[in-house]
């Protein structure tokens, strides 16, 4: 059974800083592209960050671009999300996700 356990939301001023964590079991993490996806309140989903598995080669959303950097350590089948300069509109439940599967969400909230 694939699970994915997200962790390390909370609230952050402007330009703090947060490290969510995504804890993965169930499949072969270390050939699995890996995802970060936000919905922000009253929007639909936002893609954020991906990491491929073979050549961990990474993508972001230009909104997130330099200032989120998104890792993998396939020796504890867990992917991070270091979040950077974080703005009020950052403000979102982060998913993990791998194709249909997802997480239970995290929150975070940029707010002075």
């Known amino acids: 059974e694939v699970q994915l356990v997200e962790s390390g939301g909370g609230l952050v001023q402007p330009g703090g800083s947060l490290r969510l964590s995504c804890a993965a079991s169930?499949?072969?993490?270390?050939?699995?592209?890996m995802s970060w996806v936000r919905q922000a309140p009253g929007k639909g989903l936002e893609w954020v960050s991906s990491?491929?598995?073979?050549?961990?080669?990474?993508y972001y959303a230009d909104s997130v671009k330099g200032r989120f950097t998104i890792s993998r350590d396939n020796a504890t089948n867990t992917v991070y999300l270091q979040m950077n300069n974080l703005k009020p509109e950052d403000t979102a439940i982060y998913y993990c996700?791998?194709?249909?599967?997802w997480g239970q969400g995290t929150q975070v909230t940029v707010s002075s």
């Open positions: 996700n791998l194709n249909m599967y």
């Open positions: 990491i491929y598995s073979y050549n961990s080669n990474t």
């Open positions: 169930g499949f072969t993490f270390s050939s699995s592209a």
